[in-house]
T-cell receptor, first 111, second 113 residues
Framework: DAKTTQPPSMDCAEGRAANLPCNHS???????VYWYRQIHSQGPQYIIH???NNETNEMASLIITEDRKSSTLILPHATLRDTAVYYC????????????FGTGTLLAVQP | EAQVTQNPRYLITVTGKKLTVTCSQN?????MSWYRQDPGLGLRQIYY???????DKGDVPEGYKVSRKEKRNFPLILESPSPNQTSLYFC????????????FGPGTRLTVT
């Protein structure tokens, strides 16, 4: 599985867009980029995933660069409840379906 | 509401006293798994199940048992808990093996003294 690199922490003002970067320079052609978040000690929450194209859902947008070596998760209007650790995961699935969470980015939304 | 439920949410027990943490999902998912989360170690998979009567070990299965007799339920059994099993446990499910959109339960905080 490709390794990902994320900044350990970021701040964002409430109501502004939060842009969380992820580098995955060793990603292979069949690997998807997934984003999860974990609000303090709660169960991780699936946010979004993509392969090549940009994706958007009710929670966030995912922008993947053309060479697929990096991506950005965008929360368009961050709220205090978006304060969480955000994990970028690159996987192609598999028999164990095991998710491997790295250290993630702690996003602190400030009032 | 589609969800994964776990019970109990908090449990304090003593070494050697058998316990079961239940996990149930109402989404008709085929795949279920258990993770534990410890500070500095992230989430580690304990066991997983690809369907009824199909279970297999994850990365840290020692000291745990599971069963999958019904599609919706996947209990985690600690036959003889030890202090090193003090942890935060999460159950997760997904529609099928290979679907990485996994839905997690709220967690069970277990303390073994």
């Amino acid at each position: 599985d490709a390794k990902t690199t994320q900044p350990p922490s970021m701040d964002c003002a409430e109501g502004r867009a939060a842009n969380l970067p992820c580098n995955h320079s060793t990603i292979s052609g069949n690997e998807y980029v997934y984003w999860y978040r974990q609000i303090h000690s709660q169960g991780p929450q699936y946010i979004i995933h993509g392969l090549k194209n940009n994706e958007t859902n009710e929670m966030a947008s995912l922008i993947i660069t053309e060479d697929r070596k990096s991506s950005t998760l965008i929360l368009p209007h961050a709220t205090l409840r978006d304060t969480a650790v955000y994990y970028c995961i690159v996987r192609s699935g598999g028999a164990t379906n095991k998710l491997i969470f790295g250290t993630g980015t702690l996003l602190a939304v400030q009032p | 509401e589609a969800q994964v439920t776990q019970n109990p949410r908090y449990l304090i027990t003593v070494t050697g006293k058998k316990l079961t943490v239940t996990c149930s999902q109402n989404m008709n998912h085929e795949y279920m798994s258990w993770y534990r989360q410890d500070p500095g170690l992230g989430l580690r998979q304990i066991y997983y199940s690809m369907n009824v009567e199909a279970t297999d070990k994850g990365d840290v299965p020692e000291g745990y048992k599971v069963s999958r007799k019904e599609k919706r339920n996947f209990p985690l059994i600690l036959e003889s808990p030890s202090p090193n099993q003090t942890s935060l446990y999460f159950c997760a499910s997904s529609r099928w093996t290979g679907a990485l959109e996994q839905y997690f339960g709220p967690g069970t905080r277990l303390t073994v003294t």
